[in-house]
T-cell receptor, first 113, second 116 residues
Framework: DQQVKQNSPSLSVQEGRISILNCDYT??????FLWYKKYPAEGPTFLIS?????DKNEDGRFTVFLNKSAKHLSLHIVPSQPGDSAVYFC????????????FGQGTILTVHP | DTGVSQDPRHKITKRGQNVTFRCDPI?????LYWYRQTLGQGPEFLTY????????KSRLLSDRFSAERPKGSFSTLEIQRTEQGDSAMYLC??????????????FGPGTRLTVL
């Protein structure tokens, strides 16, 4: 039962353009969402998060949008840079299990110079 | 380096052997988590501790797996009688809970286990 899904295994974008990574979830108890970036041979690195009381959170070039009715969130990176090339995971938490993060499968982002 | 550290980074073992991994969290973090990641998948939750108390275990954590966090500092994850299906990246993370309502988990580099 995949409660968090990233349906695009990969995304290719030109440097300077916008990257949009998508994530869907099924569990209505999730109320906190995070995005992590992962480079090869490293652990995931926290990027940005959003609580379900908000529909948008911005941090520099990164913006996360949350659509609770659609159970959908997205990460926008503007402008995209070659150093952004990595695997991006969305994760969700909530309900009675505050410590547990449920991750999607990841999306490989490649930003071409 | 003040991040989460894990040791060893790589472990190759034969089926049936026991292995133990260590995680040292960020010093002021009282929550510690273990996840497992297989190829092409996101990390899957295994268990977590608040201080020395183990608060939740996933059903993925079979009887062959045991985790400890004595004195609420470092943690160990032991796998007994390893199987080839245990081959994965084992990730440790730590956090300070309830900052701004939720905690952001900081991950270590992982231990890659290969069971032959």
């Amino acid at each position: 039962d995949q409660q968090v899904k990233q349906n695009s295994p990969s995304l290719s974008v030109q440097e300077g353009r916008i990257s949009i990574l998508n994530c869907d979830y099924t569990n209505s108890m999730f109320d906190y969402f995070l995005w992590y970036k992962k480079y090869p041979a490293e652990g995931p690195t926290f990027l940005i998060s959003i609580s379900s009381i908000k529909d948008k959170n911005e941090d520099g070039r990164f913006t996360v949008f949350l659509n609770k009715s659609a159970k959908h969130l997205s990460l926008h990176i503007v402008p995209s840079q070659p150093g952004d090339s990595a695997v991006y995971f969305c994760a969700a938490a909530g309900g009675t299990s505050y410590g547990k993060l449920t991750f999607g499968q990841g999306t490989i982002l490649t930003v071409h110079p | 380096d003040t991040g989460v550290s894990q040791d060893p980074r790589h472990k190759i073992t034969k089926r049936g052997q026991n292995v133990t991994f260590r995680c040292d969290p960020i010093s002021e973090h009282n929550r510690l988590y273990w996840y497992r990641q297989t190829l092409g998948q996101g990390p899957e939750f295994l268990t977590y501790f608040q201080n020395e108390a183990q608060l939740e275990k996933s059903r993925l954590l079979s009887d062959r797996f045991s985790a400890e966090r004595p004195k609420g500092s470092f943690s160990t994850l032991e796998i007994q009688r390893t199987e080839q299906g245990d081959s994965a990246m084992y990730l440790c993370a730590s956090s300070v809970p309830w900052r701004e309502g939720r905690d952001e988990q900081f991950f270590g580099p992982g231990t890659r286990l290969t069971v032959l």
